[in-house]
């Protein structure tokens, strides 16, 4: 059985041409393109946390760089460079092998070289640090949204909340659903291609990772704004829950409960000014990718986010989204 170093050398050493070092010393050496910044981002996923024990390896190994990879992508930058850290409770090679594939796949998608990480004996985790390159002063950040920006979300959010409550055995969900939402979950797109995007277009972005509306209440409380959202402008899905019997408008709830507070989709949620509006068709129509006006950027009034629903009366919901640290009622 391999110790620590040969694990490496045999499933995690891999060229690494845009390095000027890559793994086996102390650091690895990079050298950032002339006049670019550097944004750097750090994530951790542990078992029972933020996947389920049992999920594919395959499928967790892309999903835990892809999860950086978002961050790198709300950002606006491009990735480059990510290392490796994770704790694992035995040696079982046909789990690392397959983890390993999905997660080089994904570095292969997007563009990265492994330079580097850890391992060690210890409850399954995860822990990836990512390093990608954007223009100076061209960031996208969380603070620059402005009373009267359109918000925008992109994709369908709430497939993956959708696709653990599945798991979960919350919801039975029709066919062919289950595929599409556990895929969501286990496998998620980072929208790097869009962040890039919107550089020059967005006055704020954050990647859907603990919930529509807490992200959204990020970019509110750094941008010193409120939000109103619109039930209606949402993405819908009626092809999900569209026979309108008893179980359909159970499941109806807990879709609208996924799409604002599920979390885990690593969508892009972001302001742009209203003249953007057009601007921001034609990159869905490039991109193939559906992008959704949900509401507009408000004067502070004290709240983060208030949602209305077709009346234009408010609505409360009981869960706003993931805190690590908070009571949970999911």
Known sequence: M???????????????????????DDCALIQPAPGKQLAVTTDMLVA???????????????KALAVNLSD?????ASPRWVTLAGA???VDEAWIAKF????FACAAEFGVDVIGGDTTRGPLNVCITAIGEVEPGQALRRDGARPGDEIWVSGRPGLAALGLAHLQGQVKLPEPWPRLCVGALEKPRPRVALGQALIGIASAAIDVSDGLLADLGHICERSGCS???????LPQLRDLTGSGDQHDGALRRIALEC??????????????SAAQHTQLGRIAALLELPLWC????????????TVFDPDDQPVSFDRQGYDHFGQQTA
């Open 227 to 233: 939000a109103a959202l619109r039930l209606v402008q």
């Open 100 to 103: 390993a594939d999905g997660f």
């Open 294 to 305: 949900i509401g507009e950027m408000r004067e502070n009034d004290g709240s983060k986010v």
């Open 88 to 90: 694992l409770p035995a």
């Open 259 to 272: 799409q604002l507070a599920g979390g885990d989709d690593y969508e892009l949620v972001f302001t742009a």
């Open 72 to 76: 790198l992508a709300a950002m606006g």
């Open 2 to 24: 391999p110790g620590e170093f040969g694990l490496i050398a045999k499933y995690f050493a891999r060229p690494t041409p845009s390095a000027v070092l890559g793994p086996g």
């Open 48 to 62: 029972g946390v933020h996947f389920l024990p049992d999920t594919d390896p395959g499928r967790l190994g892309w």
